[in-house]
């Protein structure tokens, strides 16, 4: 019987070279996303105004430093400013708008003076004090619950279910808002952030809202 011919022979070793690349290109793969998943960090959303029963602590970050606001207190001054002043003068618009350009009538703590122009709408506005010494409170941004200082003093001394911290924040204080916020979630602290520019006052309602 006669033998059958065999046909040429095929080779495989360029298919073998693809696969041998497309095994290394998997593999560079597979490394690069365990890599980035093990160095992915925990982010914390930025926290938006909402509507909360709690009452606010309102603290202002500016110039990379916190100063607590007191509201209550300046507010309290200058409702008793205005009804004495209101007294005096008597219903006389003229009084009332002379009196308030008085430097004795100047109200000011020291952190903050209070903007005279808008009380007559019922508004408290705060502007940085010019005169004042006192420096605003420095914060480390890797600080952690255990850091001195007062800020972890005052995270510690709000009552949880019945105050929240309101940030007041200027465009020029990133950092230190990111490590307020991160020191909020820690605490497990309500917090509610507006931004500002740098040169705006804060304004307050009767009711101390923003």
């Keep these: 019987m006669a033998k059958k011919e ?3 022979s095929i080779s ?6 693809v ?9 560079l793969v597979i490394i690069s996303t365990g890599i980035d998943a093990a160095q992915t960090k ?11 029963s ?19 207190g300046l507010w309290k001054v200058t409702n008793e400013r205005m009804s004495a002043l ?8 003229m009084k009332i708008l002379q009196g308030m350009s008085s430097p004795e009538f100047r109200i000011t703590n020291q952190y903050y003076l209070v903007d005279m122009t808008y009380s007559l709408l019922g508004q408290l ?12 409170y420095t914060i480390d941004d890797k600080a952690t619950l255990s850091t001195p200082g007062w800020v972890n003093d005052m995270f510690n001394s709000i009552d949880k279910d019945k105050q929240r911290v309101r940030l ?43």
Excluded: W
Aim: hydrophobic share 40%; net charge negative.
């Design 6 to 8: 065999s046909g040429p």
């Design 12 to 17: 495989l070793d360029s298919f073998l070279d």
């Design 19 to 27: 696969l041998t690349c497309l095994e290394g290109v998997l593999m």
């Design 42 to 52: 925990v982010l914390i959303p930025t926290p938006i105004e909402h509507v909360s």
């Design 54 to 72: 709690k009452k606010p602590v309102y603290i202002e970050c500016r110039n990379e430093q916190v100063f607590p606001i007191d509201v209550d």
């Design 86 to 93: 209101a007294k005096t003068a008597q219903g006389d618009q």
């Design 125 to 136: 506005a705060l502007k940085p004090n010019p005169d004042s010494t006192t420096p605003g």
């Design 168 to 210: 007041i924040v200027r465009d020029d204080s990133y950092h230190v808002f990111k490590t307020m916020q991160r020191l909020a979630f820690l605490h497990k602290v309500e917090l509610s952030v507006e931004v500002f520019d740098s040169r705006e006052a804060i304004r307050f309602g009767q009711l101390a809202s923003l």
